[in-house]
């Protein structure tokens, strides 16, 4: 399209925003009337229609989480156990240099799994019965470890590293983290782990720890107890 022909264009649809004088309100209610338009619901024929387009939806989502999302996630994986789930599609994984272990029974929604490049082969492992929940970002620069049993809520956090160096200089420069500053992360066993959590490096909770959610894990976590808060504290010491 001339450049001149889409500034008219332009300039004309701004005018209709505007409503400038009579014909333009014209237009802009028309426009309204048009968008805000539906047609009228024949419950006997809208809502067996309503029920196939989600029988559609579910036969398609089987049939490519069955045959695409599932065999080529395995292919990426070091290991993989039976029966994995994956809801909403492949997660993204970034560096082709991380090594994945995942056990039986595993579902992750989407969600975002990456590795620095601080060490060769950084591992990230994951036990049986485990969930991990959509919009959650893993940071693996030496090694995660996530239990068995454990549920992982929506859009949490886990890192092993500061994912930059603390040094300003060496930011500008893009270098990564000193190896000296990376510190595993250990999840034990049946932990619940509320939404929006974030769980530096270093820490390790104990089996059947609960953290509340919003919550910013700085230290270790002894097992059946409850922490929560910004940095987290013990709320409950034996559950």
Same mark, same amino acid.
């Given at each position: 399209?001339?450049?001149?022909?889409?500034?008219?264009?332009?300039?004309?649809?701004?005018?209709?925003?505007?409503?400038?004088?009579?014909?333009?309100?014209?237009?802009?209610?028309?426009?309204?009337?048009?968008?805000?338009?539906?047609?009228?619901?024949?419950?006997? +024929?809208?809502?067996?229609?309503?029920?196939?387009?989600?029988?559609?939806?579910?036969?398609?989502?089987?049939?490519?989480?069955?045959?695409?999302?599932?065999?080529?996630?395995?292919?990426?994986?070091?290991?993989?156990?039976?029966?994995?789930?994956?809801?909403?599609?492949?997660?993204?994984?970034?560096?082709?240099?991380?090594?994945?272990?995942?056990?039986?029974?595993?579902?992750?929604?989407?969600?975002?799994?990456?590795?620095?490049?601080?060490?060769?082969?950084?591992?990230?492992?994951?036990?049986?019965?485990?969930?991990?929940?959509?919009?959650?970002?893993?940071?693996?620069?030496?090694?995660? +470890?996530?239990?068995?049993?454990?549920?992982?809520?929506?859009?949490?956090?886990?890192?092993?590293?500061?994912?930059?160096?603390?040094?300003?200089?060496?930011?500008?420069?893009?270098?990564?983290?000193?190896?000296?500053?990376?510190?595993?992360?250990?999840?034990?066993?049946?932990?619940?782990?509320?939404?929006?959590?974030?769980?530096?490096?270093?820490?390790?909770?104990?089996?059947?720890? +609960? +953290?509340?959610?919003?919550?910013?894990?700085?230290?270790?976590?002894?097992?059946?107890?409850?922490?929560?808060?910004?940095?987290?504290?013990?709320?409950?010491?034996?559950?």
């Amino acid at each position: 399209m001339n450049p001149m022909n889409l500034m008219n264009l332009n300039t004309f649809i701004l005018k209709i925003k505007r409503k400038e004088n009579r014909f333009y309100s014209f237009l802009y209610k028309l426009a309204k009337a048009f968008y805000s338009f539906n047609i009228p619901t024949i419950k006997a +024929i809208h809502l067996p229609l309503y029920y196939l387009d989600s029988f559609i939806k579910v036969i398609f989502r089987k049939f490519f989480h069955t045959f695409w999302s599932i065999p080529l996630f395995k292919a990426r994986c070091q290991k993989v156990g039976k029966n994995l789930q994956l809801p909403n599609g492949i997660p993204f994984i970034i560096g082709s240099h991380l090594k994945i272990y995942l056990g039986d029974n595993v579902a992750i929604q989407m969600s975002t799994i990456g590795a620095s490049k601080v060490f060769d082969e950084p591992v990230f492992r994951v036990g049986n019965n485990t969930s991990i929940n959509y919009g959650t970002s893993i940071s693996v620069a030496k090694k995660i +470890i996530i239990g068995d049993n454990c549920m992982i809520s929506n859009s949490c956090m886990i890192m092993d590293s500061d994912d930059h160096p603390v040094d300003p200089e060496k930011r500008l420069l893009g270098l990564p983290v000193d190896p000296t500053d990376v510190k595993p992360v250990k999840i034990g066993n049946n932990v619940w782990i509320g939404a929006y959590t974030v769980i530096l490096k270093g820490v390790c909770i104990g089996d059947n720890a +609960i +953290i509340g959610t919003h919550s910013v894990v700085t230290r270790d976590v002894p097992e059946n107890s409850i922490y929560a808060g910004v940095p987290a504290k013990l709320i409950v010491d034996d559950i």
